[in-house]
């Protein structure tokens, strides 16, 4: 097999040797006379049936969990076994600098052990994952990334007329996607937005005032729109947030179907970005058609959006509530903070003669944000008179993110090899 020089940046082989070593073999091969350096690892939980050995044999990997290899390939428990290696597999992940592209085969089990690792990339990095359940709901597999899910058509088990087409075109893509060279990216640094359609008028006047000077992203808060902006913020592929729709913790907090999980705002806080928030769409708590909203909510004031989607809007618990939550992690953000209050509505139905107008819930919101965040010379709390749509707000976070733009010092790194 041709291969690199040792060291070079190199397309990790990834699967259970025990049971996938042949198809493992070929997918190796393949990436190895094209050029490619290539690193086989094992994560298995039995021992490896084919040879040659795996770059990477399966204990190097499980030695990685906290309770050592022994707690992985020695439970005796299989399903407990694939959820340790999960573990121990990303944080393998997490220590390798030369990661250039990766490819994994599997059934559920090699599935639910790779995906994870694969997560753990930055954004960018190429990941395919050939699957047996690639052509079912593979939204708890990709989450907020890049991966691309191959389904394998006939079982990972045995090579085969159907099987050698499949993992062929799956190493020749992973192959393409690492040695052929993306276009120069564009020199502005990237921005990440957050947006509803509660929002656009808001968000929209704020990038055209930004384009000139960064690339704005700007993410759907739909939950996995939060997630993934929050994966570029980890990957260092973004140099500050104007998160205008924090709305996503409406649904965290209420049940909705638009979280994002309890760790949005965290890679925020890690990174010390520049931060400018604000309190977008936080009237309102997203459901599927009206028939699926909670018993204990259908006297609640509702309104739905379109045959899809129902809304529900907060009460002044709730408000206060999420106030909090939200507080406590601005508190917990060391980079430059300014959070800014919309007096006038935080959604285009939080307005005189609309559906979700309620001062008093909008007041509990801003009270615990003034009770509960921890002001700094860094981190600032600013209300304005205006509602969030108006052209004078979304002027007013131009103005803040322009303020505090060069107080974070971040630039974009390059995503490519690790």
Not at 286 to 291: K, L, R, S
């Amino acid at each position: 097999m041709a291969r690199s020089p040792q060291g070079a940046a190199a397309v990790y082989v990834v699967g259970c040797h025990d049971t996938k070593g042949a198809e493992l073999d070929y997918v190796r091969d393949l990436i190895a006379a094209a050029g490619l350096r290539v690193v086989a690892v094992d994560v298995g939980t039995g021992p490896p049936a084919s040879a040659p050995a795996p770059d990477v044999s399966a204990r190097d990997v499980a030695a990685r969990h906290p309770d050592g290899a022994d707690a992985v390939l020695g439970c005796g428990d299989r399903g407990l076994a694939v959820s340790r290696m999960a573990d121990a597999f990303t944080r393998f992940v997490g220590e390798r600098r030369d990661v250039a592209g990766m490819i994994g085969l599997g059934g559920s089990g090699g599935t639910a052990i790779v995906a994870p690792g694969m997560r753990s990339l930055p954004v960018g990095v190429p990941k395919v994952l050939v699957s047996t359940i690639a052509s079912g709901n593979v939204a708890p597999y990709v989450g907020e990334t890049d991966i691309c899910m191959m389904p394998s058509v006939t079982d990972v088990a045995g090579l085969n007329r159907i099987s050698r087409r499949v993992l062929g075109n799956a190493a020749h893509a992973v192959v393409g996607m690492v040695a052929r060279g993306i276009p120069p990216a564009d020199a502005r640094p990237a921005l990440g937005l957050t947006m509803f359609g509660v929002t656009t008028p808001c968000v929209t006047r704020a990038a055209r005032a930004l384009e000139a000077d960064y690339d704005c992203l700007v993410f759907h808060a739909t939950g996995t729109g939060g997630r993934a902006m929050e994966k570029l913020v980890a990957s260092h592929l973004l140099v500050g947030v104007l998160d205008v729709t924090t709305t996503e913790v409406c649904d965290l907090m209420m049940g909705g179907i638009f979280s994002a999980g309890e760790e949005r705002f965290d890679a925020i806080a890690r990174t010390g970005l520049p931060y400018v928030g604000s309190c977008g769409a936080l009237d309102m708590v997203n459901f599927g058609a009206a028939d699926t909203v909670p018993e204990r909510y259908r006297q609640r004031t509702l309104h739905a959006h379109n045959p899809q989607i129902t809304l529900m809007r907060t009460t002044v618990q709730e408000n206060r509530a999420m106030g909090e939550w939200i507080g406590r992690k601005l508190n917990a953000m060391t980079g430059p903070v300014r959070f800014l209050l919309p007096e006038g509505g935080v959604s285009a139905l939080d307005a005189p003669g609309q559906p979700f107008h309620d001062p008093a819930a909008d007041a509990a919101l801003f009270d615990a944000l003034e009770r509960t965040v921890e002001p700094t010379g860094r981190r600032r709390l600013i209300r304005l008179p205006h509602h969030i749509n108006d052209p004078a707000f979304s002027d007013a976070l131009v103005r803040a993110f322009r303020e505090i733009a060069g107080e974070g010092h971040h630039t974009p790194a390059h995503q490519g090899a690790r």
